[in-house]
């Protein structure tokens, strides 16, 4: 399907690179999770040129469930990340602007103070968040080596 975010290329694609013999079936598990994060990581390194200043996120869903997935995203991006009530993150959001829309508050930021409920917080380790710098700084000369076979290889 490509990438969207912020790359917008539809002809992107995912790859496995940097594979031995000595890898695993969980390293390459882990790349996978990785490769998610980092591609977070992508549109979160916009916001941050754009001088947003982003010191937490929340997660919700599946992946809210994993004990290695929160902790992931919490190394990879370096913020805290806050794990909320609500299993359903786009069907509660609409649910939420619609509430604005129909007067019920005011503005999304009180929908979001009433009825997102924080219910543990992942912190990120400087350990691995620093690791994780170098790991992503690799990263983000993949997709520029790749660009023009991604093209060929349809």
Do not use: H
Not at 12 to 40: H, N, S, W
Not at 57 to 85: R, Y
């Amino acid at each position: 399907m490509g990438e969207r975010s912020p790359l917008n290329d539809p002809y992107a694609r995912g790859t496995f690179t940097g594979i031995t013999m000595d890898t695993t079936r969980e390293d390459m598990t882990q790349a996978i999770l990785e490769g998610v994060a980092f591609a977070l990581r992508d549109s979160f390194e916009v916001a941050k040129s754009l001088g947003i200043k982003i010191d937490r996120t929340k997660i919700c869903g599946g992946g809210a469930k994993s004990p290695l997935w929160k902790k992931m995203i919490a190394n990879i991006l370096g913020i805290k990340v806050d794990v909320i009530e609500s299993e359903e993150g786009p069907g509660y959001g609409g649910a939420m602007l619609a509430a604005v829309a129909c007067g019920e508050f005011a503005s999304v930021e009180e929908a979001a103070e009433k009825l997102v409920k924080v219910v543990d917080t992942v912190e990120p380790d400087p350990e691995l968040t620093r690791k994780y710098n170098e790991r992503y700084n690799q990263f983000k000369q993949i997709y520029p080596a790749l660009k023009p076979v991604f093209k060929i290889i349809q």
